[in-house]
């Protein structure tokens, strides 16, 4: 993987998120008058030791062009609170979220990653998490970008017509970003506390003056391929 500055555009240009087999196995799957619930096991990308294993759960409205809301938890992987989720499914919304970051390493139901991508699960995390190196492609926030773009590709499995709205919530919210901006399939977006702190790890204040900041290489290529505020525009 070559060590250079990337845009979003040279990142994510060539990238298909339909191009691999999705090879779902649901562990649950009830309809109920007009509302489906399931749970299951999706393939993320394929890399040359395997698939990661995501697991993903919800509800959609089996009626024409539903609306579904695909939730990315924050990367202490809390869970969305009741009053959000029963907001939205209250009023007829479907709901799906998944686990992008394997947080809980004893549950059953939850994500693994292959030996090549391990950082994938959080707890494997460090020398990616939020961190661009070789470069952008290299860091956990393009992987879990990926497996964001691949519950889409599952959710258009199920429910071919329905409208995404994608909402994230802190760093969960940077992954919104990325897909949002380049995945054509998202009809609306909703980002929860946000703050882009993280871009500024590591950085130098000079004299003691936040605006005068000195930035390393590194976080360089994380400003010019990963920041949410390069997505935002």
């Known amino acids: 993987m070559e060590n250079m500055i990337l ?59 539903p609306k579904i809301l695909l939730y990315i938890k924050d990367g202490m992987g809390n869970p969305p609170p009741v009053d959000f989720v ?12 998944f ?49 964001t773009r691949r519950v889409i590709t599952l959710i258009k499995t199920l429910s071919e017509d329905c409208k995404i709205i994608l909402a994230g ?10 897909t949002a901006a380049m995945d054509k399939r998202v009809d609306a977006a909703i980002v929860i506390n946000n703050a882009g702190w993280r871009e500024y790890t590591d950085c130098v204040i000079i004299d003691g003056e936040a605006d005068n900041i000195q930035m390393t290489e590194e976080r360089v290529r994380w400003f010019a391929g990963c920041a949410s505020q390069i997505y935002e525009r």
Not at 13 to 32: M, W
Not at 169 to 178: I, P, T, V, Y
């Open 99 to 147: 686990d992008y970051s394997a947080d809980n390493p004893d549950a059953t139901e939850r994500s693994r990653y292959p030996e090549s991508v391990k950082y994938g699960e959080i707890a494997e995390s460090k020398g990616h998490y939020c961190v661009a190196e070789p470069n952008a492609k290299g860091s956990c926030q393009y992987l879990w970008t990926t497996v």
């Open 7 to 65: 845009t979003p555009l040279q990142i994510w240009q060539d990238y298909d998120p339909e191009a691999a087999p999705l090879q779902i196995s649901f562990t649950d799957f009830v309809k109920n008058g007009n509302k489906v619930s399931f749970k299951a096991f999706f393939n993320g990308d394929k890399f040359e030791d395997g698939a990661p294993r995501i697991f993903v759960s919800g509800t959609y409205p089996t009626s024409p062009s």
């Open 86 to 97: 029963n907001g939205f499914t209250d009023r007829g919304f479907g709901f799906v979220q």
């Open 169 to 178: 919530a802190r760093e969960g919210a940077d992954m919104m970003w990325q």
